[in-house]
């Protein structure tokens, strides 16, 4: 089973710039978090917390398609020591004012320029796998690989977070969150060799190739409706436990979530795929809209980890097919802006769904709430499966070849 993995950790410098990007995406799911955590201790407001933590997550979601269009014109060796200092000098910034109490909107400020300076690591990653794995159906494993991963950032990140603020210092955790970006940046961006080269807009140059928007419009339309699902499950699983008088269960829960997806990850990545990617996302998309289809009929903990935990089985294999599918629609030269796109389009979506939920927990209870990841999820597969049914995609895709043009 783990032959693929081999395959492709032996390429040289392979294993190397994947481990620093692990590294250096602990920011991804560590500083909204700290922010809040440092912000509620230090002043006891939730609500400034929640502010500042949003002009974070909002910078970072509008300057992540420039920030990628930049990397792939000027290359990551010269991008990504530039973004993740100004990342560093801002998140001190940040810590400095709210431990002095500085007054708004300071620290807002100061976490809008961290989230807009935050290096776009996983695309970038994924673009030196597309440059040193040319065959497709290994390339398909690599991108496996990066799901698991990021599934370990996602599960590892708010557990060191919370313990580092909560046990050691409030500032614990948002200093280990800024120094593992620093340090594994600085080390994806000193490994040259596997760099895919810088791609300059020629002079006279309205762009760099097509990006292929008739898959990657809907693209990142189905990314916002997860968005909204991962947003919403997250509010809706810490209602659920609450009302059943264990709120501390609401980790765990999102835990086998993830963890369901990781497993799924490392399967999806061992096998040797016939289907195109476009027919495997529209088909994760509605597999992940139907698993989710019982969440709003559990009434207890046991039934609800056993959802979970197969509706996370849907999750990776949908999240890979959209970034090989992605990988095969944008020209190489707008790789990372392409992929950044998808991953903007995802962020866009956890605020609303998150706020969505809250709204109908209030008035309808944690079991209704599901109804809105639910009903996102099919409104996710529904674009999926009318996008790229369209003749202008199947072109775009090679939908319409032989099997054995077929990727990944």
């Not at 792939?72 to 200092?85: A, F, H, K, Y």
């Not at 990140?157 to 940046?185: E, F, N, R």
């Not at 947003?231 to 264990?246: K, P, R, S, W």
């Amino acid at each position: 089973m783990f032959t693929p993995y081999r395959r492709v950790l032996s390429v040289p410098g392979a294993l190397a710039f994947s481990l620093s990007g692990l590294v250096a995406r602990l920011p991804i799911s560590m500083v909204s978090l700290g922010v809040v955590l440092l912000v509620s201790t230090r002043t006891g407001s939730y609500g400034l917390a929640g502010a500042v933590a949003a002009a974070y997550l909002i910078a970072n979601a509008v300057f992540a398609i420039p920030q990628g269009r930049l990397t792939d014109r000027l290359g990551q060796v010269r991008v990504l020591p530039v973004t993740i200092l100004a990342f560093t000098v801002a998140m001190t910034l940040l810590m400095v004012a709210v431990e002095r109490s500085w007054p708004t909107p300071l620290p807002h400020v100061f976490a809008a320029l961290g989230g807009a300076a935050l290096p776009q690591i996983g695309s970038s990653v994924r673009a030196r796998w597309s440059r040193v794995v040319p065959d497709k159906r290994e390339l398909q494993t690599a991108f496996a690989f990066e799901a698991v991963v990021d599934e370990v950032v996602f599960m590892l990140g708010p557990i060191l977070v919370t313990v580092l603020a909560t046990a050691v210092h409030p500032l614990a955790g948002l200093v280990a969150a800024v120094a593992s970006g620093l340090v594994g940046t600085l080390a994806l961006a000193a490994q040259r060799g596997t760099a895919p080269p810088p791609h300059p807009r020629a002079p006279g140059s309205h762009g760099a190739g097509s990006m292929g928007w008739p898959v990657l419009g809907p693209l990142v339309v189905a990314g916002c409706m997860l968005g909204v699902l991962f947003g919403g499950v997250e509010v809706a699983t810490v209602a659920f436990a609450e009302e059943l008088g264990a709120k501390a269960a609401a980790g765990p829960l999102l835990g086998v979530f993830a963890l369901g997806s990781l497993l799924s990850g490392v399967a999806t990545g061992a096998i040797s795929w016939r289907w195109r990617n476009a027919v495997r996302f529209r088909t994760g998309m509605l597999a992940l809209a139907l698993a989710l289809v019982p969440l709003p009929f559990v009434d207890g903990f046991a039934a609800m980890t056993g959802v979970l935990f197969l509706a996370g089985f849907a999750i990776s294999p949908t999240l890979i097919a959209s970034v090989a599918l992605i990988e095969e629609t944008v020209p190489a030269s707008r790789l990372t802006e392409g992929i950044a796109t998808m991953t903007t389009g995802m962020y866009a979506g956890l605020a609303p769904g998150a706020a969505v939920v809250g709204a109908v927990v209030d008035r309808q209870g944690a079991s209704a709430s599901y109804w809105v990841s639910v009903v996102a999820a099919m409104l996710g597969a529904l674009v999926a499966f009318g996008a790229t049914l369209l003749p202008s995609a199947r072109r775009v895709t090679g939908e319409g070849s032989s099997p054995s043009g077929s990727s990944a």
